[in-house]
């Protein structure tokens, strides 16, 4: 679960909050889109969730971590509950699709037999099996943003947030790319799903809530918040 509770944050140096006074709440299994003009706070949004930021006021809880006074050292912990799509993949070009993947397995203690039992499910459940022993150059870019998802849901996070996942996609990639995180959603794990978009079209595609914001506040928020916020 997210909450949001009168949640304010500024950047050190700054003088404009960056996050202000902001409260919402994410359950556990919910798929979400978050919508807003460049510089409404999304980023920041995301950077508070992941610990990268701290809030100066209001309270903030994600996954049973509360971010307002987690020690540093607790940090990692969060982040494994925590899986991050990039709009730029941060795919290692040297490593094959099934290293790429297998890599974030590593990071985390996982055994070698728990490595060889998950990822080729993974790669299975994202549409890659076969792919295994290329490298991502010699995979489209379709298929290199499916091993960022891949690498993002092999340790079973609880939440799967998505930064832009479409930005370098064409539309027939992007909806087939928002099926995919849907699926992931909806199957057996059960993952919850923040979406950060743009794209209005693709939003409209999905009977899902939207939680629009601006000027780090949220000023839309249902099953037809994107409709009522034109997004500039």
Known sequence: MVLFDNVSMTYPGGDVRAIDDMSFAIDDGEFVF????????????????TGEVRADEGELNVNGFDLRRIRRGRLPALRRTIGVIFQDFRLIDDMTVYDNVAFAMHVVGATNREIRRRVPYVLDLV????REKRFPREVSGGEQQRVAVARA???????????????????????????????????????????VTHEKELVNSFSKRVVAIEDGRVISDGMDGYYSYEIQ
């Open 34 to 49: 978050l919508v807003g003009p460049s510089g409404s706070g999304k980023t920041s949004i995301i950077k508070l969730i």
């Open 127 to 130: 549409g890659l099996s076969g």
């Open 153 to 195: 849901i092999v340790n079973s996070p609880q939440l799967l947030i998505a930064d832009e996942p479409t930005g370098n996609l064409d539309p027939a990639r992007s909806l087939e790319l928002m099926l995919l995180m849907d699926r992931i959603n909806d199957n057996e794990m059960g993952t919850t799903v923040l979406v």
